[in-house]
């Protein structure tokens, strides 16, 4: 696990100073080492969290011939298999890193490379010859790769924050997706808050030659729903975990594990059984999962640390963790993540994590409405459409959000898992102009699933806007933040295999969500954790705003030059006072501005 940074200039030759700069700014992602490229064009940096071949794997890597040179962040699971493929083929190896697997298999296979990996990964291949940049972005999007363009260069890094350095850099704010980020409650286009920023999206890769870019997609979530016996199902289901927990168990140093107390991470730990594990909770018994953590621990002989996150610490980490974000995230397990990844980098360079299996399984109880709901979706259409326009004039009223939703398509109002604002609030808040629609964001991503159930449609639209641009961007910052590797089993090839073709009846029943993942999970974990729901490091924001030194703080932000920049200082200002009275639960439309203010004030303001 790593950063990577660098650039190709069309105008002018590459520097040391201007690389190591951008190396620089990242250093965090790899404290152990650094390395450069250079040559008349392209410059490729490199800072690097030694984890496999600790003697002899620093980057760049390079061919035989010295005309191929890669800089790489990620794990390439099978990459013993791939080497032994490509010593086959006359290939001569000097290391024995996965990365050195990615330069020869450029070789042998071209930019049909990515097709042949398991694991996770962001790499730039530099060919000295063709003068080609190749870059590309695994596709479960667990690792992530930007670039910029500007003046004959195009930038590219693990994180925005490297661009900063480069002369050619205009940073620049990006509004016309403010309003967009209150509904989502991240970044949920291509292009980030930073202007010309864009994100290589997972599953895709560019070739940058001559001053063209051509990016393309070597990957693409499919599901296949296949009838099968639950018996059998269970049975894969199995056998994948194992093997993929056997894979990213590879490593030249120790491997943890996070733990929560969900099936999830009850399930990863119970197959793998690490010597430690380490899981955060907080004073209140309704947001603490530390005693079910022990729990699952004791059973299993092994070791839990755990952390109780005060108040004050939550807060006084919060603008830290926004910069190292690159853009807001307003999500409160995110800072949760930041102190379990804090404790478990006192101890190991690698941790797993369970991201990934409620998107594959079925695990999000919105699921459920198709089989909850089926009674209600038997009403004539156009009486239902009714009742939803009449439901959609009272703002999330309770009771009213089910009428609402079920009198549209599914198209025209899910956003995924776990949207803050309506499309017409958020843009009531937000002053800036031409807002884009998160409807019009959504639409490509149902046209490409319109043949699917509307089960796969929801865990497609989680997948691509709620797991990637949430769940592991929060985990990836977080955890290399302290230069710590984590690892996700869940989103492995084999195990996707198996999830794609699974039937709607193994993902959601009337009883409650993922039931196969739940059986399989039964026949290992030792406690009954297979049975709860998932909560993933919930937080107690919710009455921490309703408490005088936080709601004062947010107060404060609300009524900043930049809160009266960007919103409607009334509106917000109504949503804190309604939060803070008890009128209405406000918290998450609160927290969402709010952190969209600390993190402005850590890349756009003087102080900056």
Not at 386 to 399: D, K
Not at 536 to 551: A, M, T
């Amino acid at each position: 696990m790593c950063g990577i940074a660098g650039y190709v200039s069309n105008n002018k030759k590459p520097t040391k100073k201007i690389l190591k700069a951008m190396t620089d700014r990242i250093e965090h992602r790899g404290p152990d080492a650094e390395g450069f490229f250079l040559d008349s064009k392209a410059a490729l940096g490199h800072r690097r969290l030694s984890i496999i071949d600790l003697s002899t794997g620093d980057q760049p890597i390079y061919n035989e011939n010295k005309d191929i040179a890669i800089v790489f962040n990620g794990e390439i699971y099978n990459y013993v298999e791939l080497r032994e493929e490509l010593k086959k083929k006359k290939h001569k190896f000097v290391t024995s890193s996965d990365t050195e697997v990615l330069v020869h298999g450029y070789e042998e296979w071209g930019h049909e490379l990515t097709k042949k990996l398991r694991g996770m990964f962001a790499f730039a291949i530099w060919n000295m010859k063709e003068k080609e940049l190749y870059m590309a972005r695994d596709g479960w999007g667990i690792k992530p790769l930007y670039y910029y363009e500007n003046n004959g260069t195009l930038m590219f890094a693990s994180e925005i924050k490297a661009f900063l350095d480069h002369p050619d850099f205009i940073k620049e704010f990006n509004d016309e997706i403010l309003s967009a980020y209150l509904c989502f409650n991240s970044t949920p286009t291509e292009e980030t808050f930073f202007k010309g920023v864009y994100r290589l999206e997972p599953g895709y890769q560019m070739i940058y030659k001559d001053g063209k870019k051509d990016i393309e997609q070597f990957f693409k979530l499919e599901f296949e729903e296949t009838e099968r016996s639950m018996d059998e199902i269970v049975e894969d289901i199995n056998k994948a975990m194992v093997d993929s927990v056997k894979h990213h168990e590879i490593a030249d140093v120790e491997v943890g594990s996070f733990l929560s107390s969900g099936i999830d991470s009850s399930y990863l730990v119970s197959v793998s059984r690490p010597d430690k594990t380490y899981t955060v909770g907080y004073d209140n018994p309704k947001y603490d999962e530390i005693s079910y953590a022990k729990d699952l621990a004791d059973k299993l002989g092994i070791t839990n640390k755990s952390k109780k996150i005060t108040k004050e610490e939550y807060m006084a980490s919060f603008p830290k963790i926004m910069y190292h974000m690159d853009e807001p995230l307003a999500d409160p397990s995110a800072i949760a993540l930041y102190f379990v990844a804090q404790i478990a980098s006192g101890d190991v360079k690698v941790v797993m994590s369970g991201e990934g299996a409620d998107e594959l399984f079925g695990g999000y109880n919105t699921y459920k409405e198709e089989i909850d709901q089926a009674w209600y979706m038997k009403i004539p259409y156009p009486i239902r459409r009714a009742a939803s326009a009449v439901a959609g004039l009272i703002p999330e009223a309770r009771g009213f959000n089910f009428i609402y939703r079920r009198g549209r398509k599914l198209e025209d109002y899910n956003i995924g898992l776990g949207r803050i604002f309506r499309d017409k609030e958020a843009m009531k808040i937000v002053k800036c102009k031409n807002q884009i629609h998160t409807k019009d964001i959504v639409a490509p991503f149902y046209e490409d699933y319109k043949d699917n159930s509307n089960t796969v449609k929801r865990q497609a639209i989680d997948f691509y806007f709620w797991l990637v641009r949430d769940f592991l961007h929060a985990v990836d910052r977080n955890t290399m933040m302290f230069g710590l590797e984590a690892r996700t089993p869940f989103l492995d090839k084999e195990v996707y295999e198996v999830a794609r073709k699974l039937p709607t009846s193994a993902k959601i029943n009337k009883e409650t969500t993922k039931p196969a993942l739940r059986m399989a999970a039964k026949k290992v974990i030792p406690n009954e954790s297979y049975k709860k729901k998932k909560l993933g490091f919930p937080v107690p924001l919710r009455e921490w705003i309703k408490e005088d030194d936080l709601y004062n703080e947010i107060k404060t932000k609300f009524k900043s030059s930049i809160a009266e920049k960007f919103f409607d200082t009334k509106r917000i200002m109504n949503l804190l006072e309604a939060h803070k009275n008890g009128k209405k639960d406000c918290y998450k439309k609160v927290w969402t501005i709010y952190t969209f203010i600390v993190w402005y004030e850590q890349f756009f303001t003087e102080e900056a």
